[in-house]
């Protein structure tokens, strides 16, 4: 994967450089000091995939420097302040690197941009997969896209769908097994949702559409970091 690296420290520039030429999974296309610079660069190269983005720089900030991309690459941001968090999530970063940052640190982030990119390949026909639910002493065949999300019930999950809810003896670790993490993620130790219902997105809650109803989903802090790099997914 290319990246590049923006950032107006010279030596955590130095630091990002060696941690990258350590990842087989990454190649450096060039460390810019300023924003203006790291632009002119991207106008120049449609190959970049992945920045990591410092935030405090002059000229122009990280957050101003993604405004003026038509087509921004995927972001992990470097920042020493805790402060724009939550902001660099609104800005879709897949993940929020504080300094000083640790090898292992840096890692975990490739691991998830790597996970990320994985997730991204999904099939076109992985919705159209079947199952079969029991219900009373039937079972009923469901297409995994007609699965809207799955809440857990103590020693039961209910497996809801536009027009059913289907109660089923299973916990909710053994069907986040079941079902493909290309459609499905968790957003709370009692929900699994389908990706592609999310209509809105907060930072303690979403927003589905069951039929034409709006319906709110408790977000775990846990699970939080997960959904905000899944909206690079909608809007890459």
């Not at 450096?28 to 410092?54: C, K, P, Q, W």
């Not at 809207?148 to 909710?172: C, G, P, Q």
Request: glycine residues 4%; contains cysteine; charged residues 25%.
């Amino acid at each position: 994967m290319n990246c590049i690296i923006v950032d107006d420290d010279p030596i955590w520039c130095k630091t990002l450089e060696q941690f990258v030429g350590r990842s087989s999974s990454l190649s450096l296309a060039g460390t810019y000091s300023d924003s203006v610079s790291a632009r002119n660069a991207l106008m120049s190269r449609r190959d970049i995939e992945l920045i990591f983005l410092d935030i405090e720089m002059p000229e122009m900030d990280g957050f101003d420097f993604l405004s003026s991309l038509e087509m921004p690459p995927h972001i992990v941001f470097v920042s020493g302040s805790e402060d724009h968090a939550f902001e660099a999530y609104n800005h879709n970063g897949i993940d929020y690197l504080l300094k000083p940052i640790s090898y292992a640190r840096f890692c975990r982030a490739v691991e998830k941009i790597m996970k990320y990119y994985s997730g991204r390949q999904i099939p076109a026909t992985a919705g159209d997969e079947e199952i079969f639910i029991k219900k009373s002493s039937s079972l009923v065949k469901l297409k995994l896209k007609e699965i809207l999300y799955v809440e857990a019930l103590e020693n039961y999950v209910s497996v809801i769908t536009r027009d059913e809810k289907y109660t089923i003896h299973f916990t909710m670790r053994a069907i986040e097994q079941q079902l493909p993490s290309g459609l499905f993620f968790r957003i709370h130790r009692s929900y699994m949702v389908n990706k592609s219902v999310i209509r809105s997105i907060s930072e303690n809650s979403l927003t589905i559409l069951v039929g034409n109803t709006p319906k709110t989903l408790p977000v775990g802090k846990s699970y939080r970091d997960g959904i905000m790099s899944y909206i690079n997914i909608m809007t890459r």
